[in-house]
């Protein structure tokens, strides 16, 4: 069965990436966020990030870097580090991560971030092309990485070097 399951529930096609990205995190002590503003507005109720013990969030657009920075000071959540930069870069120095949740999809797997997973660590991304995505669960055990496939999924496409290399048209 390659339906997603959370908690035992099959999951829709509508919310996978909800569903993977609450599970991964309620779960986890370290987690990278890439583009995670695209996260915040599908979330009812939001992640539990005050759980984690920590929290680093890449952005790549400023004004998106400040609208994530005063959503986290007014929920109070004071674990979480910000950075302005090119999320399917990650974050190296604060590396490895327990979780990825990737909100933005990706042609290809992104090298950089399955480097900074932590043995036992799952990365959630949508990969695909701007038509057709589908979630993707990566975890690297002790012999090397698993993909799942947990459904079909559509997202904006994540900028970078290391995936879409320019603005949709």
């Avoid at 390659?2 to 987690?31: I, K, N, W």
Wanted: net charge negative; charged share 30%; hydrophobic share 45%.
């Amino acid at each position: 069965d390659d339906q997603l399951r959370v908690h035992g529930e099959r999951a829709s096609h509508a919310d996978p990436l909800a569903l993977a990205a609450r599970e991964l995190v309620r779960e986890a002590v370290v987690v990278l966020r890439v583009e995670a503003h695209n996260l915040e507005q599908l979330l009812y109720p939001p992640l539990p990030l005050g759980r984690c013990a920590d929290v680093v969030d890449v952005e790549r657009l400023p004004d998106l870097l400040v609208e994530a920075e005063e959503r986290f000071r007014r929920l109070g959540l004071r674990n979480i580090r910000t950075r302005l930069g090119d999320g399917a870069g990650g974050w190296p120095d604060e590396a490895p991560f327990d979780r990825i949740v990737v909100t933005a999809a990706a042609p290809r797997l992104p090298e950089p971030l399955l480097g900074q997973l932590a043995v036992r660590g799952r990365l959630v991304i949508p990969l695909g092309d701007l038509a057709l995505q589908e979630l993707v669960v990566v975890r690297r055990t002790e012999r090397g990485l698993e993909e799942r496939r947990a459904g079909g999924v559509r997202f904006v496409p994540l900028i970078s070097r290391f995936g879409f290399t320019g603005e949709p048209s």
